[in-house]
C-alpha cells in the first residue's frame, strides 16, 4: 500500500501545551518559527526530493497569539521555484477548541536551498483539493523520538495518532474530549530519523457521549517518496464537561 501522499501542500497540527508557550500564555515565537520552518522543510523536500537547508526567512509578522490549549495549524506550500532553491508560504492558524473560533496568526516565506546537485525542479504545483472528514498532518522524525534501534518509538507513535484523535473528536464535538481508551493498535512497518510521519484520522462512529476514530500512520521517504502504512488503530474518545463527566455529543 503506497496510501495518497498531499500533493502541493504540507500541514502540520499541534496543540498549545504549556511547554511551548510563554510567560503570556500564548506559543512562544520561536516555538512557531520552529514549526514553520519544519514545514517548509518538508514541503520543499516532498517537491524536488532533494535535501535542504534553510537560506532565509522574508519578514514574518506575528498578528494573532496562538493560547494555550488551542490547535494550530500551519499549511506549507512552494510559491516559487529557482534553479537550487526554493520558496515556501507557511500560514500558521488557530483554533479555539470548543467554538471553532479560526485566527490567522502568522504568514511567511521561508528560502530554501538544496544540498548537492539537486535534479530539475518542477514549477510549484496547482492547490490540492481537501478529502472531507479526513484529518492529515505531517511531521518530521527527529532521532530524539527514536528508539535504542534506530526507528520511531512506539510511544512516540502512538502520541501522534492519539493527538490526531483529540483534534479529530474535538471538531466534531466542539466539547472537552478525553481518551476513554485505545482499541488494537497494529505496526506494521518502522520510520527512521528523516522521514516524515504522516498520519490519517477520520470520525469512524459516534455513541451518546463517545466518538471512535480511526488513525492510519505512514511513512514517507523524502529522498524518493516512497510509503509504507507503519500503524492502524482506533481510539475512543468522549466527551466530558467541567466536572469530567460524560456529555452527549452529535451523531
Known sequence: MTGRASPGETRLVDI?????????????????????????????????????????????????????????ELTGRVARVGRRSLSV???LVSEAPLT???????????????????????????????EPGVLRMADLVMPEQTSHYGSLHGGSALATMGKA?????????????????SR???????????DVAEVEARL???????????????SESLATGERHLCGTGEFVMVAVDADHRPVAVAS
Open 165 to 181: 484523535a483529540f483534534v479529530v473528536a474535538t471538531r466534531h464535538a466542539r466539547r472537552a474530549v478525553v481518551m476513554a481508551s
Open 16 to 72: 498549545v501545551f504549556p511547554g511551548a508557550t510563554n510567560h503570556h500564555g500564548t506559543l512562544f515565537g520561536g516555538a512557531a518559527l520552529a514549526h514553520m520552518d519544519r514545514v517548509a522543510f518538508i514541503a520543499a523536500a516532498r517537491h524536488a526530493r532533494a535535501d535542504f537547508v534553510t537560506a532565509s526567512c522574508e519578514r514574518i509578522d506575528f498578528v494573532a497569539p496562538a493560547r494555550l490549549g488551542e490547535i494550530v
Open 204 to 218: 469512524a462512529s459516534t455513541g451518546r457521549s463517545s466518538m471512535t476514530v480511526a488513525v492510519r500512520l505512514w
Open 184 to 194: 488494537r493498535v497494529d505496526f506494521r512497518h518502522e520510520i527512521t530519523p528523516g
Open 89 to 91: 508560504e507557511v500560514e
Open 100 to 130: 471553532g473560533e479560526r485566527r490567522r496568526c502568522t504568514r511567511g516565506t521561508l528560502d530554501m536551498v538544496a544540498v548537492g546537485t539537486p535534479a530539475p525542479m518542477p514549477p510549484p504545483p496547482p492547490p490540492a483539493p481537501e
